[in-house]
């Protein structure tokens, strides 16, 4: 029986996931969510298990709203070009099953600034904080992860209005896994 836990940055992305679906709060950024997730799974037993990483995200693109389950996710602020450079894969894009299409450029870089906004678009439709360390880790450990991210924002000026937002696309996001966690 497939079992589930619910990553989330912050406890009120997760607020609305419904009692006994196992939750972790990983803090803001890649970094921090990796090592939350890498902890969290190397303490249970992961056969059967699926990750959901729900939260809050930026639309790069205008009039872009609602929920989305991104098909890949790439780190955004690595400089992936040098690193090849020298021989290296940097894994600056990870695929992940099941997505819809979307593309979600993950970071360390809180966007509200509209150049950077343009500058990710090019390659994103979304952006957050911590979805490349959840899959990152997730990979690392072999275990099946879904990106369930809802719109809070437009990755602008108006997104440090973010901590306003959260409750209501937490709100959907607790609906999407009372929907779809069985």
């Given at each position: 029986m497939t079992q589930y836990l619910v990553v989330?940055?912050?406890a009120?992305?997760?607020r609305y996931v419904p009692d006994g679906v196992p939750v972790v709060v990983t803090g803001v950024g890649k970094t921090a969510a990796a090592v939350a997730v890498s902890r969290a799974l190397a303490e249970r037993d992961t056969t059967d298990l699926v990750v959901?990483?729900?939260g809050t995200t930026g639309a790069l693109r205008d009039g872009l709203s609602g929920l989305f389950l991104p098909s890949k996710?790439?780190?955004h602020d690595v400089n992936a070009d040098a690193v090849r450079a020298i021989g290296l894969d940097p894994q600056d894009e990870l695929p992940i099953e099941g997505g819809d299409g979307?593309?979600?450029?993950s970071g360390d870089v809180f966007v509200a600034d509209p150049v950077v906004r343009a500058r990710l678009a090019e390659r994103a439709q979304l952006v957050d904080m911590e979805a490349y360390g959840v899959v990152y880790a997730c990979r690392a450990y072999g275990v099946p992860v879904r990106v369930v991210k809802h719109v809070s924002d437009s990755a602008d000026g108006a997104a440090l209005d973010w901590p306003a937002l959260v409750d209501a696309s937490a709100k959907v996001l607790g609906e999407w896994v009372s929907e779809n966690v069985r």
């Open positions: 989330s940055a912050i009120g992305e997760a959901l990483n729900v996710v790439i780190n979307t593309v979600l450029a």
